[in-house]
């Protein structure tokens, strides 16, 4: 002990026995009390994790899920649309929570190919797998519902000012991306309206992002899809 | 004045007995009344030790100059206090399900004995809750209070700030109306414009992908329980170490020369 206060830095005898512990067995390097020390913190550690990892991963869970139903809904037959307007629809995103999970949409018939002569029609050959152009009402801003004005032919929000064009594709105001569209089909004379896309600039198909992610150059690898969507 | 009637003989007090008391009385009804509480507490404080405990915390010297001011900290724990007990009251009458919590928010208005008021207090209550917890984080700026050795209790004080801040985001939800509803949808989808991490925040608000069943329980859940308990848990340890450290006296007084000092000096 005494050699040892000269030199602090001097680390302590490997084997207890040399420490001058009392009882001490031969070749023992780990003292009884430090053995039980770390046996109750890591038995205290186990009980914790056997309750907190479960709740964790139980409030987690839901963003590690993909939640969305591939389910379409009818709205309406297909006489009701056509190439030149929109027509609004209401369609039920979340069941559950009744008025909340409602929503606007706005169709109209994708323009074909053989009639497709303006700027503006050239465009729907981008998505022209699509019968039918569904656009949501989601503002790609902040999530507000915009809406579509016939004069102007264009989507206006409310909130912050963002305006779309005939596409959906963005014409002033904050908003990052075009407007997210649903995939369409005909089925028995009528349109089914299914699960959502999101578009970068050029019209180009993504999987479903929140508004305000982007989805052109470099930007678009900061807002990767997420396994709930 | 007409002259009072006279006292039952049952209630009159009886003349003492020579003896007991100094004087051989049993002591009064009166005597044994004023020493129940006293006995009560000397019972407790003899167990719990928390006389010596109070009197260092109630009791501690504080610096020359301290002025109202040093009362903004204690004006928003009274602040939270009172949320947190009209909160609890409001969850007695509210339902967090989407096609109930309106009405629910309604009737607890219109329809509940003194519910206006509750929910008044609890909504006016959040407003003052964060001013005087900015008016306190700008006392403790401006006087400087955030420096060695409290360097530490401004950082809890930040994180409670946040945890104030995100009470008043979760809170706003509940009523469930188009205000509330909207507000909620742009504020997820602001967590959401974060790169990278921000879709994963707004899938943990939200519960998925979308606004869906269980994102109102989930706000609710935070805002009556998650985040209330850390805020409890912080201002007990805010208050430590305020009791420990001390608190610091205004700028605009120096330090007194001690006078053994300067005779020192010369």
Same mark, same amino acid.
């Given at each position: 002990m005494a050699e040892q206060k000269k030199n602090p830095r001097q680390r302590k005898p490997r084997y207890t026995a040399d420490r001058?512990?009392?009882?001490?067995?031969?070749?023992?390097?780990?003292?009884?009390?430090?053995?039980?020390?770390?046996?109750?913190?890591?038995?205290? *550690?186990?009980?914790?994790?056997?309750?907190?990892?479960? $709740?964790?991963?139980? $409030?987690?869970?839901?963003?590690?899920?993909?939640?969305?139903? =591939?389910?379409?809904? =009818?709205?309406?037959?297909?006489?009701?649309?056509?190439? /030149?307007?929109?027509?609004?629809?209401?369609?039920?995103?979340?069941? /559950?929570?009744?008025?909340?999970?409602?929503?606007?949409?706005?169709?109209?018939?994708?323009? %074909?190919?053989?009639?497709?002569?303006? /700027?503006?029609?050239k465009l729907d050959a981008r998505n022209e797998d699509q019968p039918y152009v569904a656009i949501s009402?989601?503002?790609?801003?902040?999530?507000?519902?915009?809406?579509?004005?016939?004069?102007?032919?264009?989507?206006?929000?409310?909130?912050?000012?963002?305006?779309?064009?005939?596409? *959906?594709?963005?014409?002033?105001? %904050?908003?990052?991306? %075009?407007?997210?569209?649903?995939?369409?089909?005909?089925?028995?004379?009528?349109?089914?309206? *299914?699960?959502?896309? +999101?578009?970068? +600039?050029?019209?180009?198909?993504?999987?479903?992002? =929140?508004? +305000?992610?982007?989805? =052109?150059?470099?930007?678009?690898?900061?807002?990767? +899809?997420? %396994?709930?969507? | 004045m007409p002259p009072k009637p006279p006292v039952p003989r049952s209630l009159q007090r009886k003349p003492a007995k020579p003896g007991a008391n100094g004087n051989g009385a049993k002591p009064s009804m009166k005597d044994t009344a004023v020493e129940v509480p006293v006995s009560v507490v000397g019972w407790l404080d003899e167990r719990s030790g928390a006389s010596p405990f109070l009197r260092g915390f109630l009791y501690r010297k504080v610096p020359k100059g301290t002025n109202w001011f040093y009362t903004l900290g204690s004006a928003s724990m009274f602040a939270f206090l009172s949320q947190a007990v009209t909160g609890v009251f409001l969850a007695m009458y509210y339902d967090p399900d989407p096609t109930r919590a309106y009405e629910s928010a309604a009737r607890i208005t219109n329809e509940i004995f003194l519910g206006e008021l509750v929910r008044g207090m609890h909504r006016w209550g959040s407003t003052v809750m964060l001013l005087l917890v900015f008016l306190h984080m700008g006392r403790t700026f401006f006087f400087g209070a955030y420096k060695y050795p409290r360097e530490l209790n401004w950082i809890i004080g930040v994180i409670l700030l946040v945890l104030t801040l995100l009470m008043g985001f979760t809170g706003y939800l509940l009523p469930f109306d188009q205000r509330s509803f909207w507000a909620t949808v742009v504020g997820v989808n602001l967590n959401s414009s974060g790169p990278v991490v921000g879709p994963y925040l707004a899938d943990f608000l939200r519960g998925g992908p979308e606004f869906g069943a269980y994102t109102l329980s989930r706000f609710y859940a935070m805002h009556m329980l998650l985040i209330p308990g850390l805020i409890a848990a912080l201002i007990g340890a805010h208050l430590y170490l305020v009791a420990k450290l001390g608190t610091t006296a205004p700028p605009w007084l120096k330090a007194e020369k001690s006078k053994a000092l300067s005779k020192e000096e010369v």
């Open positions: 001058g512990i009392a009882g001490a067995y031969e070749g023992e390097t780990v003292t009884r009390r430090r053995l039980f020390e770390g046996g109750a913190q890591a038995a205290g *550690g186990v009980a914790v994790a056997a309750f907190g990892l479960p $709740a964790l991963g139980f $409030a987690l869970g839901p963003m590690f899920e993909d939640q969305l139903e =591939d389910t379409f809904q =009818d709205v309406g037959p297909v006489e009701d649309f056509n190439t /030149e307007d929109y027509v609004p629809k209401v369609i039920t995103l979340v069941p /559950e929570t009744a008025e909340a999970g409602k929503t606007t949409i706005y169709v109209r018939k994708t323009v %074909p190919a053989s009639e497709q002569e303006t /700027e503006e029609q009402t989601r503002c790609a801003h902040l999530g507000c519902p915009v809406r579509y004005v016939t004069a102007s032919k264009r989507f206006i929000c409310p909130c912050h000012g963002g305006v779309y064009g005939f596409q *959906g594709q963005v014409d002033g105001g %904050p908003p990052v991306r %075009p407007l997210d569209r649903f995939y369409t089909k005909v089925e028995r004379g009528r349109v089914l309206v *299914g699960p959502r896309f +999101s578009l970068n +600039s050029k019209l180009e198909r993504f999987a479903p992002r =929140d508004p +305000s992610n982007h989805l =052109d150059g470099l930007w678009q690898y900061l807002y990767p +899809s997420r %396994p709930s969507t | -």
